[in-house]
């Protein structure tokens, strides 16, 4: 068997894109009538969006990515031995994502994204007592019916014990009773701000088989931290936002393609055919700052790009390098910005000898791996057990995420918990190859303590416009907080003032 790992920055990047040469690079306003273009910083979703959306809008814009390839965190890769497009680590989306899936719908991906009908979730543990050491479990609620259906839906899972269920639901009920927290940025006005995800559950009467079983898969996708760190008001919006409106929203769906023709190449091609430029491969070393107002950008290889506005869309360790400290008199007002921080996401992809197949996702149970993924099973039904008939040779993943989890771990230690996992969890599969590969800042400012410290899309800098699922959008840092994160700093872009 072989095993291989890449750490960020290690891995080959998507070469399926050209890395087309935007004519005019240094001249960038020359097709919109000398007019200079918004400059947009990072091509991940929330710079993708931003740009996308100024396009749209008949603005010039100009996407720079340091990367040769799009995606941002969310990016996939050539992996040169399956000859396969592998993610960087497999991604789940809500239903209840309405900016992602509008963003998706304007460049053509809606189709490779399928939700169930509702929250269908398929949960695998090792059991001693079960046929075969596994056991595998299915909460699936209607799409319809109301309360009593839910309700219902939870008497038949056989998970958690009876009274564990009937808390869960009575838990759920005072979440969306309480509502999500009143202002955008959580932690500033709210009743509970500043409550952990373990406090919010203490409050609610929510016990440890609750928390197993309902609370943690769901907050740790969320949040991707332990429950005494995260950030209760966070979970309570996404919660919210997702059942609030009934059972539907709370759905998920995996695309049916690795991420980057999923939909950051598709995102480049909408951008382009808006009229707007992109270059990859090209590294902003500085956003030059004069008199309180942009100037424009500086690229590594020393070239200079005018621009009154910028959406700088990169985390917060990129952003403060990219920002002239002499620019603000040694008084920089993002230096509360080093106390976000950021957790760790760890992929191990398993080639097993035969094919496994089963739902494209499955939540573990009293493990330190929480997801198995069936990569590219994303498009069909999650109760489909032939999906993974659908490529024989796709490999299976598991994915585990958090500041103290196996994610932090060293290689070494991920690469075995994996191999051993696989011999509990898949014990009728012999394993042919790993690869494990780890994100160390796979999500940022999620904890409790850090939401005071998000920023909003303005700055007090004329013409800098901040974006990122760092930002103070009210939500985790997932897909959908940077992509709203993008509509908003576009938004402030078209603004007179230019942010
Ligand atoms: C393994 C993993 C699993 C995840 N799972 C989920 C999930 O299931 N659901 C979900 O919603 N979210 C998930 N996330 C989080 C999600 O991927 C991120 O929230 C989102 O992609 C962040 O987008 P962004 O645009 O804010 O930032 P980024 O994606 O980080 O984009 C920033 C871009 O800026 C570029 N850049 C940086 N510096 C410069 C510079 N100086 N010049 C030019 N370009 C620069 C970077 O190369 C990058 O492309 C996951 C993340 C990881 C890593």
Request: include cysteine.
């Amino acid at each position: 068997m072989e095993s291989l790992s890449f750490e960020r920055g290690e891995a080959p990047r998507s070469s399926s894109l050209p890395d087309r040469k935007v004519s005019g690079i240094l001249n960038p306003g020359s097709s919109h009538g000398g007019e200079a273009p918004v400059i947009v910083i990072g091509a991940g979703f929330a710079g993708a969006s931003a740009a996308l959306t100024l396009a749209d809008a008949g603005r010039p814009v100009l996407l720079l990515e340091a990367a040769k390839a799009p995606g941002g965190r969310a990016r996939s890769f050539p992996d040169p031995r399956s000859g396969r497009e592998l993610d960087w680590g497999p991604h789940l989306f809500m239903k209840a994502n309405p900016a992602l899936r509008e963003f998706l719908g304007r460049i053509g991906a809606s189709a490779s994204l399928r939700f169930e009908p509702s929250l269908d979730l398929t949960y695998r543990l090792a059991d001693g007592a079960a046929r075969g050491g596994v056991r595998n479990e299915r909460l699936s609620f209607p799409a319809r019916g109301g309360a009593p259906a839910s309700l219902l839906a939870l008497l038949r899972w056989r998970g958690p014990r009876l009274a564990a269920r009937l808390s869960i639901a009575r838990g759920l009920r005072r979440v969306l009773k309480e509502g999500p927290p009143a202002v955008e940025s959580p932690a500033a006005e709210s009743k509970n701000a500043g409550e952990t995800v373990e406090q919010m559950l203490d409050r609610l009467g929510q016990g440890a088989s609750e928390r197993e079983w309902f609370w943690e898969p769901f907050s740790g996708a969320v949040l991707n931290m332990p429950a005494g760190e995260g950030s209760g008001e966070l979970l309570r919006r996404v919660m919210c936002e997702a059942f609030g409106p009934g059972l539907a929203g709370a759905s998920l769906g995996a695309p049916a393609e690795a991420l980057g023709p999923f939909w950051a190449d598709r995102a480049l091609d909408a951008i382009r055919r808006a009229g707007g430029e992109v270059k990859m491969a090209a590294p902003v070393r500085r956003i030059r700052i004069e008199g309180g107002a942009v100037r424009g950008v500086t690229l590594s290889g020393g070239e200079s790009i005018e621009a009154s506005v910028v959406i700088a869309a990169v985390p917060p360790p990129a952003l403060l390098r990219l920002l002239p400290a002499e620019a603000f008199g040694g008084k920089s007002p993002w230096r509360d910005l080093g106390r976000l921080r950021s957790a760790s996401i760890a992929t191990a992809y398993l080639w097993l000898d035969h094919p496994c197949p089963g739902p494209a996702y499955e939540a573990l149970v009293a493990e330190r791996w929480e997801w198995l993924f069936r990569p590219g099973a994303g498009g069909l039904k999650a109760g489909d057990l032939r999906t993974g008939e659908k490529e024989p040779d796709a490999p299976v993943a598991f994915l585990c995420g958090g500041a103290d989890s196996l994610a932090s771990a060293p290689r070494s230690e991920i690469e075995s918990a994996a191999r051993e996992a696989a011999g509990r969890l898949l014990p009728d599969f012999g394993l042919r190859r790993v690869l494990v590969v780890r994100e160390r800042a796979a999500t940022w400012a999620n904890g409790a303590g850090e939401q005071a410290h998000r920023t909003a899309a303005e700055t007090p800098v004329d013409g800098l416009i901040l974006a990122g699922d760092w930002t103070a959008t009210g939500l985790p840092a997932t897909c959908e907080g940077a992509v709203r994160s993008g509509f908003r700093a576009a938004e402030a872009a078209q603004d007179p003032k230019g942010g």
